[in-house]
């Protein structure tokens, strides 16, 4: 592999329209892989997204679930994780290098036919951004965004995940090593973690995550601050919520939108991106 590509630290422009491979290419590659990244950058996405959480040794490790899970994980030795261990393999209560040993893209994954299957692991943040900044570079393509989750909540806290605060650090700390605060977002359901990123570095995108009916006014106060993105469940988007978001300088990016029909919809009410889990139908929008 060559080196990984360096990243400029001058003040870079969002583009016009994002387009955001979910969890990679979650529809065509297993989720939150190495080879799942590279496919949404072969199909060129402006931003890669995706999930993070914490291991019991304080490492970054790419997964939207905190557990491996049965219904797309293997065992290391290849065979089905049993029912009643379905939530037995908790990753802050493991080791990153037993993590690594499980098969996150072998399993055939029925809500996702279209998925190419292949042996690989779940990742580190770290290993993610050195393959994707060497890919960038020997295909000499343009930098692209990482939008970053935290996966947290208030009842997760010291049993799933560490509290907000040491979340924050340990994530930073990586962007930090690899220089790469001016192409990263983070994003959360959990205020707590953007309220933590926000007062540590200001500077850095924010993007709320939102699946409740609650509204735009009671989101933001209990968030505290305006965030650069509102990134709702698609099904909430009206075109006044766009327009109020713009009105405040937030950008709207919903999620996830994995048919091409609502994609137009959503474009049409003036949205500034979409993430979807099939980045190859943004070839036909």
């Known amino acids: 592999m060559s080196q990984p590509k360096q990243v400029s630290s001058v003040a870079n422009k969002f583009p016009t329209f994002d387009m955001e491979g979910h969890r990679g290419a979650r529809g065509l590659m ?31 490790v790419l997964s939207h679930d905190p557990y491996i899970n049965p219904a797309h994980d293997l065992l290391p030795d290849g065979t089905e994780i049993p029912f009643m261990h379905r939530r037995k393999y908790v990753l802050y209560q493991m080791e990153y290098d037993s993590i690594r040993q499980f098969d996150a893209g072998s399993k055939y994954y029925d809500k996702f036919p279209q998925q190419q299957k292949l042996e690989t692991h779940k990742p580190l943040l770290s290993e993610v951004i050195d393959s994707v900044q060497a890919y960038l570079q020997e295909h ?54 953007l309220q933590v990123l926000h007062g540590k570095w200001p500077t850095v995108k924010t993007s ?24 709702p469940n698609h099904k909430l ?49």
Not at 208 to 231: C, H, M, Q, T
Not at 256 to 268: P, S, Y
């Open 140 to 193: 000499q393509l343009p930098q692209v965004y990482y939008n970053i989750e935290t996966k947290s909540k208030p009842s997760g806290d010291g049993k799933l995940h560490p509290e907000p605060a040491e979340f924050v650090d340990l994530l930073m700390t990586v962007l930090e090593e690899k220089q790469l605060l001016p192409w990263v977002i983070i994003q959360s359901f959990d205020a707590r973690t």
């Open 30 to 60: 297993p989720e939150n892989t190495i080879p799942g990244m590279l496919k949404a950058l072969e199909l060129g996405v402006t931003t890669l997204e995706m999930d993070t959480h914490i291991t019991k040794d304080k490492k970054v």
């Open 237 to 285: 988007v009206t075109q006044k919520l766009v327009r109020v978001c713009h009105e405040r300088g937030i950008k709207v990016i919903p999620w996830t939108v994995n048919e091409l029909e609502q994609m137009r919809r959503l474009k049409q009410k003036g949205v500034d991106g979409i993430i979807t889990d099939y980045p190859h139908l943004f070839q036909e929008l």
């Open 208 to 231: 709320l995550l939102v699946e409740n009916r609650k509204g735009l006014e009671k989101n933001l106060e209990a968030l505290g601050f305006i965030p650069d993105i509102y990134s």
